[in-house]
Nanobody, 119 residues
Framework: QVQLVESGGGLVQAGGSLRLSCAAS????????MAWFRQAPGKEREFVGR????????YYADSVKGRFTILRDDAKNTVYLQMNSLKPEDTAVYYC????????????WGQGTQVTVSS
């Protein structure tokens, strides 16, 4: 069982930056692919990006590519989402998720953290 707890959300002006954190419990965090998703009001949850269990492979949605960066610190059982050049359309609840099979199935989810970008 893995528990994920996000933090770092808040209110920021357009063009600003935020760093989200996702702290994980569990002995095998370092073997999981970790991902970030987001859900804006009235919209479906969408994929933001993921980082492989080795940290060597990252993939981002086109909407955030070049602005967002995912990092992981296995010693701290934590994955980060560094968000730069934020836009009002980035406003959403951000969730981290863990894939223990590394096959694209995310079965562990955090509770989410709200990010609001004002124009």
């Amino acid at each position: 069982q893995v528990q994920l707890v996000e933090s770092g959300g808040g209110l920021v002006q357009a063009g600003g930056s935020l760093r989200l954190s996702c702290a994980a419990s569990g002995r095998t965090f370092s073997s999981y692919t970790m991902a970030w998703f987001r859900q804006a009001p009235g919209k479906e949850r969408e994929f933001v990006g993921r980082i492989s269990w080795t940290g060597g492979f990252k993939y981002y949605a086109d909407s955030v590519k070049g602005r967002f960066t995912i990092l992981r610190d296995d010693a701290k059982n934590t994955v980060y989402l560094q968000m730069n050049s934020l836009k009002p359309e980035d406003t959403a609840v951000y969730y981290c998720a863990a894939d223990e099979t590394n096959r694209g199935t995310y079965i562990y989810w955090g509770q989410g953290t709200q990010v609001t970008v004002s124009s």
